[in-house]
């Protein structure tokens, strides 16, 4: 490949959307204003966020994981800010990595921003099909009183972080947030120095939600793992339902705009999440096209 070409392959996890950038040895260097050009549904290849693939070793923030996990998953949300962690961008970098035969089937171990998250891949069903499986980690509910605004309804939300951070309420009905064109407000303004991914859930039956998500960083999206996580355990805590006090693990099934994903909590607090991961294109981009300034708005 020339130096003026750079590879890329687009894929989705429940249609939360990724451009993969195979990066290995981390020579590209990805500006905001990069990330924010690829995403761009008009002008550019379109997604959620960008999935930078560098091996742990080559990377300042990962080298210490290097042992544990050879590749490290660089996220970036769709405006170009950096997150910790991104629940179906992991299963999709699993699927990169399983179809690029830089990893077998079976398990791997991923670096993110969040620490290093164990990856199952399924062997079963067509090539590329089987489910992943993540170990997500334990979700921390630091308490305290939270609440979500959209067209002037408010609802108290649980904080969740699963790495990154989370407001979840549990509304009478997706339609409550509106648009979701604009990010909800969350009070107290402190209460997410950095932000904040914001759900909003309904009950389908037993052990069985559905939710809406508003992205910090990527506007309404089709799914969130991360966020599907917060949610199972906010839904567990509001069932009366902690693993860590019964000894016995608890899973529910989470609906997004975009699919299914099915998740557990075991009585040691880590949460497992369940769900497909697809490679739909890959192609090559003009380098030149990716770094030029942003150009001027029509007046
Ligand atoms: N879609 C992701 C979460 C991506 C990061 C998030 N927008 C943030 O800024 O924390 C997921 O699947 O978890």
Redesign the pocket.
Known sequence: MSTAQIAFLKGH?TE?DFVIIPDHDGLLELSPAAVARLCDRRAGIGA??VLRVVRSAAHPEARAMAGEAEWFMD?R?ADG?I???????VRVFARYLQQAGLTGAGDLAVATRAGVRRVHVAKDGPEGAGEITVDMGRALLPGGEVTVCVGGRHWPAVHVDMG??HAVCFVDDLADAGSLLTAPAVAPAGAYPD?V?VEFVVDRGPRHVALRVH????GE?R?????ACAVMVAAARRDGCDPAVTGLPVTYTVDVPGGRLVIGERPDGTVEMTGPAVIVAEGVLDAAWLTQPAATPAA
Do not use: H
């Not at 997150?83 to 961008?89: H, K, L, R, T, V």
């Open positions: 996890g939360n959620d966020g996220y949300n800010s997150a910790e962690m991104c629940g179906n961008g990154n951070p932000g991914n992205e910090r960083g990527s999206t799914s969130c793992g991360t966020g």
